[in-house]
């Protein structure tokens, strides 16, 4: 079973990458070793009138990684659109504010210190209900071209009220 599952996937059973794989190997481990300072991260919004931004942490284009983190920042009332991923997990994590998930049929709320994780196929919304903007430490493992879509947007910036809720003022 762990043989078909790794061959599934492109690797053989021991997770190194399967001959003829278009998988590449893992990095040697200080080769994927990445540190930065939150003035150094890119902030986009996937288009101009997306009431998201991202702030882009791990970037697997950058890091050859094969997943991607951000700080998702929503706006107050700021919502996903509802979205479903083929074979990515997706997890967040609220640093700040409140929000509602709609995940799998269920409608759960979301606050400060709250994580969720959603599996593949589950369509799954996250939308801001409080007062302030939501911040949550979103990762998409695997990728699934989710940070290309992310870098293909609008370059955006952080202002004082983002600083001040994620230590960069």
């Known amino acids: ?12 059973p021991l997770g190194r990458p399967a001959a003829g794989s278009s998988i590449a190997p893992a990095p040697a481990p200080e080769e994927g070793l990445q540190a930065r300072r939150l003035a150094d991260c890119p ?22 990684s094969g997943y991607v ?6 706006d ?4 996903t659109p509802p979205n479903t991923h083929r074979r990515a997990w997706e997890s967040f994590y609220v640093l700040h504010g409140q929000g509602l998930a709609v995940a799998g049929g269920k409608r759960l709320p979301l606050v400060r210190g709250d994580s969720l994780r959603v599996p593949p196929g589950v ?11 939501l ?9 699934e071209d989710f940070a290309a879509l992310i870098r293909g947007g609008v370059a955006d910036r952080l202002d004082a009220e983002d600083l001040a809720v994620l230590g960069g003022a």
């Open 1 to 12: 079973m762990i043989e078909r599952a790794c061959a599934a996937e492109g690797h053989d």
């Open 43 to 64: 902030v986009y919004r996937i288009s101009p009138t997306d009431s998201n931004r991202f702030v882009m942490l791990i970037d697997p284009h950058e890091a050859a």
């Open 69 to 74: 983190s951000v700080v998702e920042i929503f």
């Open 76 to 79: 107050v009332g700021g919502r």
């Open 123 to 133: 369509e799954h919304v996250i939308e801001n209900t409080g007062p302030t903007r």
């Open 135 to 143: 911040y949550c430490l979103t990762t998409m493992v695997p990728d």
